[in-house]
């Protein structure tokens, strides 16, 4: 069997929602650690987590292998755990592992986690469960050889299972080291909490495992990392520093065909390399095409931070992944930190409102930046922290900006109103990393693997809302084993009431798949053939539910075929069918059909009831409905040559791709003068619907898929059925539609599946009206009820024989308060007996006025007292009235501390502190003119002083000092006239500046 021709596999269980604004942050995390590098290197190493949230939040990490924790963040803050090497270090390859790590938090969170040997690290974004997939093509880069050890160092990635039995294909793009074949396909299986790692061998070549596919088979999901026991980037670079690399991977159907890329800070050159899903794949740079790479294929290219960012644009959705290179690759100078790592680019379609993120917590990484790209009407708006004025944007063209931004170690908040792309990374001594800050991770491309069309998106369309659908009825126990031949026109095929008949293309329908037990006089041959089964809702229940039965002949024949109207014009729909193998040597052949009114063929594909699997296998394929568009035939046969595959084939369906409106349905007929409460169930936010929704409720008397003959009979999400009559019987839906849009019945939207109500006589012995708090129950006859409604409850009497009592329950509404108060530090608030003194969230239960719990939320934020220091200056006797001050005049000089106490934006003290220096007034500048030359004791009573009156230093031309005096000199020393000649002076003048020079004292006559 090709797994291009086997879609769906079988499951009882809804597999997706309907994509929604998932996103990197969430509340259930798997992941693994890679391998790093190799214990022989005798390196220091340590794994870690980082959990980061906006919200007051309690996480719990835990392990298969016993490891526990609970951690409880604050809110806006970041914590760092530390996990054991020695148990969560993956080293085993080609087989499944439980070196696994559980994160489940009360709120969203975003987690990375750090791979850390001395000199070879890198970190990752780790995806919440929601955000993950089930198909992928991984990259990462060629692998290396330690030449001081010998050892080959691969390239890796690992598969993590969420759930047990959860079956992945894996095609390697190269011959794994456990000895895989390249491009040949093998399946494992793996338990919940199970890593699976594989590595290349030492011929690994080129992009290393890049191209390798990894499919999950019967719908499940797993979360892959890829990376690098160790390499240099590129690995044509010998010298300089080889790292470790670790990158969680997208899911395919995530990737993008638009990017701007910005290089690295830090005088790195970058390596840009893409990854290829469809053939034919065009990678453009900048508008100019540098590549065309076919599916599974990788090209890469070199880029400087000197270029700026540039634009990269690809035909076809494209995986896309930015690594720092070695040190010493082509760059201008050696670089001393840093080294190799990775991490996914997130294309522009997937661009996120708001998220918070932390760098890396490692004391070795001095650098650390965010890469952000905003669009140009937000520059002005964008906030890191809530500071609008943090970074430097550059127009990148008329739409988007880019800016490079230097962070200190911690966690941010970024937020932009149109949404922005931001990759985090940062530099230390030989470590380096980076990762997706965070993004969406919203289905986003039509990609499925091997070719095909289909998506997880395609695939969350088998839960989406019925617009037709052939169970071939049989629901309830009273009815016949065997079911009635269909309506002529349906079927091409003989219908028999005992298809072991063997009518050549026979068929019949039954609630039960029976193998015959013993032999068959006149046909033995054909004794126990079939397999014990029952219809797919009601497998487990051989009393509910018809199927169809068909002897599958060598001819060609029709299955089943309905024509379907009141569909929508461009809207995409989901056909599908459910199909059980009989025979047990030969697989079953189905076609599914689209045609147009005239006989036109719209979309058809083929598929196979896979024989070697025993159970229920379900088959589809997405289809837009044509512009103009409204009816469709649905057909679902086999061609000619349909090699004896029986088969039983079960609820055929035609589903809009939006999400369903979930009803209760009754387990049972209700009884007359009873009451049911039927309710709706819309999940608002997997829609596009606008709140206020509004519920309709409509009641037809047949099971009718098209629009004629439904009644409106309520609005509301409750339609609460009262006294039940004969004539509430009948079948019922609910329709749902934005605020202020038409309520009316439309195939175009959501609305529930039909709920059949069907009515019966019983002795109704009583009626209770009981009023209960929300959160509690009430319990009759053993049974518990804990939501408004109308009950039927069999209660036994003293006679030993059962009476019914309908219990007619309202359940009072939660009364839910919220709480924001503000108060200073230092202060306290008073809440539940309690006095409050730190910021966060509080719950606590009063009782109401009935007696209930009213939960009352209190937000408190307690504002910090500010404390501010600031220095000034005045002139003795002037005052000082700045800043808040006023201070009268100052009458004597020195240093002197004021305080003063104002009130902040909290409405906190705000302490000014002031230093305020008091200065005398300013001297005149002293004007005194100053000799060059002077004649002491010269005879004529004249010139005979050097500057009297004034302080001076004088020394000879040794530096020797011969004389200070405080009223200059008199031409002297030691009592004798100085020898006449040039001496050096230092002057001191009345303004207390001074000045230095020389004199000469002129020889005597």
Known sequence: MKLKTFLLWVTMLPLFSVAQAQSTSGTDFWMAFLQNADKDLDLPYYLSILLSSSEATEVSISSPRGFSKTVTLDRNSTKRIDIPFDEFNVTEYGEASNKTLHITSTNSISVYAENYQNCSNDATLVLPVSACGSYYVIQNNVGRSESAKYIFLPSTFSVIAFEDDTEVEIIPSLTTDTGQEKGEPYTITLKEGEVFQLASQKSDQGSGLSGTQIRVLKGKKVAVYAGNRCTNVPDACTAGDSDM???????????????????????????????????????????????????????????????????????????????????????????????????????????????????????????HYVNIVIKNEDISTVTLNGETDFATFTPFNDKYATAAVRLRKGQYTLEAKSGFIANAYGMGDWVS???????????????????????????????????FKEDFGGNYAGDPDLGPALPAGTITLQFSDHIWDRLKNGYDIRKEAIRRREPNPSNHIYSGWYADFGDHTYEEDLTRGYFMIIDLDYLEATFYKVQVNELCENTKLYFSFWGHPINASADAPVTLTLEDLSGNVLNEEVFTIDHTYNGWQHFGMPFIMPAGETSVVYKVFS????????????????????????????????????????????????????????????????????????????????????????????????????AGETSEYNMCSSFSDIVPVMVKDCNISGRLYQTICHGSSYTLAGNSFSQTGVYTVKVPTDENRDSVVVLDLTVLDEIKTKLSETICTGSSYRFGGKDLKTSGTYTEKFSSALGCDSLVTLMLEVAPSSSSSITGEVIQGSGYDENGFDLPEQTHTGIFNHQLKLTNMY????????????????????????????????????????????????????GNLICHSTDGWDGTYRGEVATPGVYVYTLFLKDGSKRTSTIEIVKSK
């Open 245 to 367: 690399l670790f990158e969680v991977q997208y899911p395919v159907s995530s990737w993008g065909k638009d990017f701007i890329v910005q290089p690295f800070t830090g005088d790195i050159n970058d390596m840009v390399k893409c990854t290829a899903c469809k053939d034919g794949t065009k990678i453009y740079k900048d508008g100019e095409l540098i590549a065309t790479i076919d599916a599974f294929e990788s090209y890469e290219f070199f880029v400087k931070e000197s270029d700026g960012p540039f634009m990269v644009e690809a035909s076809e959705p494209i995986a896309l992944y930015q690594y720092m290179t070695s040190s010493n690759f082509n760059v201008s100078r050696e670089r001393t930190i840093g080294g190799p790592s990775f991490q996914y680019v997130v294309p522009l379609e997937q661009s996120i409102e708001k998220i918070t993120f932390s760098t890396l917590d490692n004391d070795k990484v001095l650098d």
């Open 433 to 467: 990393y980076s990762y997706v800050a965070g993004s969406k991770m919203e289905d986003i491309n039509d990609i499925g693997g091997n070719g095909d069309s289909h998506t997880e998106d395609d695939m969350a369309c088998e839960n989406g809302t019925i617009l």
């Open 639 to 738: 061609g000619a040559g349909g090699n004896g595959g029986d088969f039983g084939l079960d609820d055929i369906e035609i589903r809009l791709c939006t999400p369903p409106i979930n009803v209760n349905v009754p387990d049972d007929s209700l009884c007359v003068k009873s009451g049911y409460t039927l309710r709706a169930d819309l999940d608002s936010a997997a829609t596009s619907l606008i709140e206020p929704i509004t519920y309709t409720w409509y009641k037809n008397k047949e099971k009718n898929y098209n629009n004629t003959g439904w009644e409106k009979v309520h609005v509301g999400k409750e339609l609460v059925l009262r006294n039940i009559t004969k004539d509430t019987e009948g079948y019922y839906k609910v329709f749902a539609s934005s």
């Open 907 to 958: 409405g906190c003290d705000s302490i000014v502190n002031l230093k305020l220096r008091v200065v005398a007034p300013p001297i005149a500048p002293d004007t005194v003119v100053i000799p060059t030359a002077f004649t002491p004791h010269f005879g004529d009573g004249l010139n005979d002083w050097f500057m009297p009156g004034y302080e001076v230093y004088i020394y000879d031309r040794y």
